[in-house]
């Protein structure tokens, strides 16, 4: 077996016993289907108020401009589908993601323990790791990796896991074996499509940010607009709607990260729990989560809002 092959199945078997779902790796380059798209998506105004979008648009298509000398971008899939889902179907809802601990800590921690297997294990190796936090495609990574397809919600999907699961990157200097990508098994479904509540899915494959409903519950720092009261379809932070309805997602198995595991009271949470939530409450909850993106008075908002309708 040749280094370049050793060192490949190397980091597999370490990602795999650091809990992380799947692991694809692609060579670093400029990403050229993705930059008439993002340049498109970025023209149309559908990144809304997210600034951060605009920024470092020539690292956000080439991680060798990200880490000088990368050969090679390392994808991972960390699996967050809980065992259980809130209980009161009228409570306010939160995206599943956020029901533990903040899951940049969560990976950021498993990226440095399997850097350091990396270096322990093949020696000198430069690189850097990300985690939904820098300028990075993760999602056309992991579909160049062959970890899946970007689907028609522009949700990275698999067909043996779904699509609940975190993304994350190791860019690194050294040269390994290549995947190569999977095949787009969307088909003629359209159920993420028909059950978008705001129509933030303006075409198959075409997502408009500034409609979707996690924008304006977690990146918009301004009052709601007025115009899509009624149609939040009680989600208070995020929406999981789009994925709920996906069929690949009849294959999610719950996760088995203890971090990830719910604030016990969480799930019980009451309709009236959730608007009588006080700032004591939401830190006792939310103490690790990123729902403490929003902050209490962020989502106290969302929860007006939703009042209203």
């Not at 028609?152 to 860019?171: D, M, P, V």
């Not at 720092?221 to 149609?231: D, F, L």
């Not at 729902?291 to 106290?300: A, C, F, I, S, W």
Request: glycine letters at 6%.
């Amino acid at each position: 077996m040749n280094p370049q092959t050793r060192h490949t199945q190397l980091i597999k078997q370490h990602a795999q016993r650091l809990g992380f779902l799947s692991c694809g790796i692609s060579q670093a380059g400029f990403l050229e289907e993705e930059a008439p798209r993002l340049e498109a998506w970025l023209n149309k105004g559908h990144h809304g108020q997210m600034g951060y979008m605009e920024r470092n648009f020539d690292k956000r298509l080439d991680p060798t401009k990200l880490v000088p000398g990368a050969k090679s971008v390392v994808s991972l899939l960390l699996n967050y589908y809980p065992e259980q889902t809130q209980q009161d179907p009228t409570a306010p809802k939160i995206s599943k993601y956020a029901y533990g601990a903040d899951y940049h800590h969560v990976i950021k921690a498993k990226l440095k323990e399997l850097m350091h297997c990396i270096e322990e294990e093949i020696g000198a190796v430069s690189g850097r790791a990300f985690v939904d936090s820098a300028p990075v495609l993760d999602k056309a990574w992991a579909a160049k990796s062959g970890l899946g397809w970007m689907g028609k919600n522009t949700n990275l999907i698999s067909q043996q896991k779904g699509s609940f699961f975190f993304i994350a990157e190791l860019i690194i200097d050294l040269a390994l074996d290549y995947d190569n990508p999977t095949t787009d098994h969307c088909g003629t479904c359209t159920a993420c499509i028909d059950a978008c509540p705001t129509e933030a899915i303006v075409a198959p494959y075409k997502v408009d940010g500034s409609k979707c409903i996690s924008y304006f519950t977690i990146e918009l720092k301004e009052a709601i607009p007025q115009e899509v009261k009624g149609k939040f379809d009680n989600w208070a932070f995020g929406c999981d709607v789009c994925q709920d309805v996906c069929p690949w997602n009849r294959f999610s198995q719950a996760h088995r990260e203890p971090l990830f595991a719910p604030h016990p009271e969480l799930l019980s949470m009451t309709q009236s729990d959730w608007h009588e939530i006080t700032e004591a409450v939401f830190e006792r909850l939310f103490e690790r989560s990123a729902v403490q993106r929003t902050q209490y008075k962020g989502l106290k908002r969302n929860l007006n809002f939703l009042k209203q309708a």
